[in-house]
């Protein structure tokens, strides 16, 4: 339909006097409907040579089936190239911009909401067997192995490091606590050319990609070891070697940008695609909207994943939308999209597996809705207590908690033991204790850093500004300080 | 769109392989060269330039920031005849250059593709490279501007059109936030390499909307580079140097410069994005200006002649950062400055240069700084209100003539 218009409004170009497609052909419709030779039209007589000579094939069908008689003639029925199951009988039809609709002479109201909610895919109960009849992808051993111990490694990391927020070691942070299934699951689908466009809650990609817990630790502390020299807040991360683009705090700035690198990977004719990611609230900014429409009109291969975690700081998402969820916005943008429960994770990596492999072969985006629940605060600035229910954090934490069910599910498998489990806790926290202390160590960046990077090379005004920083700080070397490299 | 998308790469392909032999002249001009390392401007005005000795590389037209011969600044000095085109053209010219020589430049917008652009800056490129380097989009400046940012921190090197710069407005946060900030916050790892460019400025009746002076509202913004131009000449050769930085650009061209014509030399030709334009040399009075207002000081300059006065106009190109070394030599010669903007006279670049040169070349100044800007009132739509609101030739006479008593 887009091919259409677009070329027909080159071909109105041609056309003098100029005039618009829509404009152009009800001109010509009406012409003929008062030419009492109408009815002996259809098909291919209509058309005047000379008008359509530059069409192309195309247009030609186009005007051949426009050109069907209406059931305004009784009994003159001439031959179309149409089938009548095409339309309902008493319905007429009519080109407008953008294709073609039927229309009828019911008015009526599209409902703001279906009697059902769009149902969620889900694989594993929350006994950790396989619902019957459920259709997933198979994980082996390993696979499944490593998402497990991943999963496991995310959630102490983010205990752990919250703690240390607590005890004033660092200045902030955020955890992903609910949301491991969505993080490791969705990691292990993809694969290391995925470009990924994180949001802030997505540390488990960086995690499966092979981020070490020190190069975590050394982000958080903003020391001289980190790849983001300390510029930023903690978890903020940022890896081009792991393909995953830096952080940026704003909500949803990242949606419109996926299009962009998924248009770089289309020069380039990749075969990977884009993973961009939004919370339940990153939808509600314009980004959203803008990006998601960019990506369906301009065919980029982007996976937009949003963790529909049911709050955005305190608002609910009742009072976010009103649409059912996320899932149904997709349709609105010409995406297909998918609903999955987020706390399964085998559930979440056969959807990610199959929805990489239709973005890809078939250069389309598609969103998927991964409900999911955020059991931390939102970040260590927020007591979500004072918004919501003790017993409901609970419940999500205990009973729907993702790793308990997944761990049922691979221990059945006779691939996990409890005493894996213990091994691996107690290493992991050992590991984590010490990367912090020797972040905590290492050296912070040095004042040079402040200036360098804003631009590719140093200008002069900047030179200008670190130099009179610097006689600022050797004339009060007291006040500056002392763990700082000058 | 599959037949778009399909065009596209094919168009793609062909180009990476292709060598076009048609630019491979080095420019005349006399400026030396640099490799792309730090240069020190100190703020007494004394240049201290980091000549980077390496191989005579002609093929690199990048010139050095400081011009160790002002003068050649100025006018084209053109070897050949040369050929005359508009603005508009000359824009199109190097940009059309720039993507036949690195196959990542792309250019992204609204109407950029078969319509050719709002004014006609892509016309022919869409035929030429394809539907996918030059690429139509639906109307969301901050999309579209996220769009490129994205593509940029990939590799390609998207070169951005705002059908107005008023509309990039809407795309403040992409090119605040993550535009001018992302190479920092990444630690260096993201480049940006974008050029945003656009028409701005007071038009024939426009209306208040479509005559935005965006200038003012983007100095601040660290990380980004600022360039206005104002000829046939400046135009292709800024566009060139904007699509070749490595950081981010926004151009600011003008709706009633775009059909200017020049005659600018057939070699090819970069310009310095950091540089100011020497366009008159004088003795009695520095005038800085830049884009449209340069052709109303050049006009108040003939009279000023006239009148037995000696202006050095320059033009100042850059406006972030300031040239202040073209510029501190100037005011070191004159003794008096007078700034001819169009932007609004709260916040605007005028008000910024101002503050820049008595910061720095306080003790040179006979006189306070003089700075002629637009009222602080929406652009009004009739048209005997519009030309009473950007600054005319004959204000510029007055107060040269008031400065110089």
Redesign the interface.
Known sequence: M??WF?RSR?IAHFLKPKIAPSEFLYKICSNYANSSSFRTLGGENCRNPQVFSDYSTTILAFRRRWWRPESTRAGEQVETPYSDDDYEDENQALDFPGGRVTFTPEMKFISEASDKRIPCYRVLGDDGHPISGSRYEQVDKETAVKMYKSMVILQIMDNIFYEAQRQGRISFYLTSLGEEAINIATAAALTLDD?I?PQYREPGILLWRGFTLQEFANQCFGNNA????G??MPI?Y???KHNF??I???IA?????????????????KEAC?VAFTGDGGTSE??F???L??AA???APVLFICRNNGWAISTPTSEQFRSDGVVVKGQAYGIRSIRVDGNDALAVYSTIRAAREMVIRE?KPILVEALSYRVGHHSTSDDSTKYRPINEIEYWKTARNPLARFQKWVHKNGWWTDDDESELRGSIRKQLLTAIQVAEKTEKPPLAEMF??????????L??QEKSLRETIKRHRQDYPTDVPV | ?????TQG?GA?AALSSANSNKFQFTTRRSLSERK????????DGNPRVDLNQHSNRTRQLVTN?VSTKPDSASASTVSKPGHELLLFEALREGLEEEMDRDP?V?VIGEDVG?YGGSYKVTKGLADKYGD??V?D??I?E???????????????R?VVEGMNMGFLLLAF??IS??CG???????????IPVVIRGPGGVGRQLGAEHSQRLESYFQSI??I?MVACSTAYNAKGLMKAAIR???PVILFEHVLLYNLKERIPDEEYVLNL?EAEMVRPGEHVTILTYSRMRYHVMQAAKTLVNKGYDPEVIDIRSLK?FD?YTIGNSVKKTHRVIIVEECMRTGGIGASLTASINENFHDYLDAPIVCLSSQDVPTPYAASLEEWTVVQPAQIVAAVEQLCQ
């Open positions: 887009a091919i677009s080159k470009v466009l980190d790849y983001g020299k510029r930023q903020h940022g890896s081009n683009f830096t940026s705090s704003p700035t990242q949606l419109p940008q996926a299009a962009g690198v998924a248009y770089s990977l289309k020069m380039d004719k884009v314009g980004d909207h803008a990006g429409n960019f009109v301009l065919e250069q360098s990077d804003v631009y590719s090379h140093l200008p002069s005004n030179h200008e | 769109m599959a037949a778009a998308v790469i793609t792309g390392s730090s240069f020190v401007i100190r703020s920031a990542h792309c078969h996918l380097r690429l989009t639906p969301a901050n999309s579209f501007t996220g769009m490129a940012i994205g593509a940029a921190m990939t590799g390609l998207p946060n992409q936030n993550n900030m992302l190479h920092y916050t990444s630690g260096g790892q993201f480049k660290p990380g580079q930085s490595e950081n950091e950062p202040l």
